[in-house]
C-alpha cells in the first residue's frame, strides 16, 4: 500500500512568469517514452509481478522502494508544469484575472503549442508528452524474468538522463530547470541502484557504462545543491520498517559514481523532508475552481472548521 504526504520532494522555485510553452516542454518528462510515468510503471507492475520476493527479497525491495520514489516524481514534473501553465505565484488573493469572459480574456492560448493544457486542463499537467500524445501502457515492460526487468530499468534510466539533458537544455525559467537537476540527480541515483543489482546477480560490472550519457552532473547548476547534500548517495526505502533489504545492494561499502563527489552510499530510512506543495490561484474566467468561487470558499472554510 502507499502513504500520501502533503508535500513535494524537493522545493521548486516559482516561475519568472507565464509560459505555457516551456510547460509543454516539460509535459515530456511526464509522458513521454522516458518520462516519469513509464518509469512509474515499469518499476510498479514489476514489483506487482515479481516472483519469488521472499527469496530474492534486495531485488524486490529495490524496484519496491524507487517505485515509491517515482510517484513522487510523477507529482513534482506536474507541479512543475502547472506552475509554468500558471504563472508567479499571487500572494494577495486566491483568484486572479478578469471575470468578464466575453472580452476574450485567453485569446492568446489559441496560439500556445499545446492548446489542450488550457482548453481542456485549465493550465493543469496531464499523462502526455510534448506534442499532446497520451502515455499508453504499451511502454510498461514486465517479463518477470529479474535479470531481464533490471536490464531495461537501467536502460530505462539512462534514456531518462538523456530526455532530462535535452529538456533542460530547451529552458530557461529557473521552475522547468529545477524539476530537471533534482530528476538528473536522482534518477542517476536509479541508473546506479539497477547496475549494482545486476551487477550482483550477473558479475557484470555494468556501473561502469555510467553516467550515460557522458556529462558530470557537477557541470549543470541546478544539480549542484543537490550533490553537495549528498543526495547522489542516498536511496531511500520510503517505508519505516521494510524494504530495508536494499541495503545489501546499495550501501555495504558500495561507494558513489567516479565523477560524482565522493562518499559511501547509504539507504536512509523513510522519505527526503521535501518541500512546499504548490498553491495555484484560481481563475474564475477559466472556471478554475468555479465562475463565481465565493459561496466554494466559503463552504470549505465552514468544512475546515469542523475539522479542527
Known amino acids: 500500500m502507499f502513504m500520501r504526504v502533503d508535500r513535494l520532494i524537493t522545493e521548486l522555485p516559482p516561475p519568472k512568469m507565464q509560459n505555457p510553452n516551456a510547460g509543454a516542454a516539460l509535459q515530456e518528462l511526464l509522458g513521454g517514452k522516458y518520462g516519469e510515468m513509464s518509469t512509474l510503471g515499469n518499476y510498479m507492475f514489476q514489483s506487482f509481478n515479481f516472483r519469488s520476493k521472499s527469496k530474492l527479497r534486495p531485488f524486490y525491495s529495490l524496484v519496491a522502494s524507487i517505485t515509491a520514489e517515482e510517484l513522487a516524481h510523477v507529482e513534482l514534473v506536474a507541479n512543475g508544469v ?60 514486465t517479463t518477470g524474468n529479474v535479470i531481464f526487468d533490471l536490464l531495461h530499468n537501467f536502460h530505462l534510466e539512462c534514456g531518462a538522463r538523456l530526455h532530462k539533458l535535452r529538456v533542460y537544455e530547451s529552458l530557461s525559467d529557473p521552475t522547468g530547470r529545477e524539476v530537471c537537476g533534482y530528476l538528473l540527480v536522482r534518477g542517476s541515483v536509479h541508473a546506479h541502484a539497477y547496475a549494482l543489482a545486476l551487477k550482483k ?3 557484470v560490472a555494468i556501473e561502469k557504462m555510467l553516467p550515460v550519457p557522458n556529462i558530470p552532473l557537477g557541470n549543470i547548476p541546478e544539480c549542484q545543491k543537490y550533490l553537495d547534500e549528498g543526495s547522489h548517495r542516498r536511496l531511500y526505502t520510503w517505508s519505516e520498517s521494510d524494504y530495508q533489504e536494499i541495503s545489501g545492494i546499495w550501501a555495504n561499502g558500495e561507494v558513489a559514481l567516479p565523477d560524482d563527489p565522493p562518499g559511501e552510499l547509504v539507504v536512509v530510512e523513510g522519505m527526503p523532508e521535501g518541500g512546499k506543495m504548490q498553491q495555484l490561484v484560481g481563475v474564475p474566467s477559466a472556471f478554475t475552481p468555479d465562475y463565481a468561487p465565493e459561496e466554494m470558499f466559503e463552504v470549505a472554510a465552514k468544512l475546515y472548521q469542523a475539522s479542527r
Open 82 to 141: 502547472a506552475m509554468l501553465n500558471n504563472g508567479p505565484d499571487i500572494p494577495e488573493g486566491d483568484t486572479v484575472g478578469p471575470t468578464d469572459i466575453s472580452m476574450s480574456p485567453f485569446e492568446a492560448m489559441q496560439d500556445i503549442r499545446l492548446a489542450s493544457s488550457f482548453y481542456s486542463n485549465g493550465g493543469g499537467a496531464t499523462p502526455v508528452n510534448s506534442d499532446a500524445v497520451s502515455w499508453n501502457a504499451s511502454m510498461v515492460t
Open 201 to 203: 546477480l550477473t558479475g
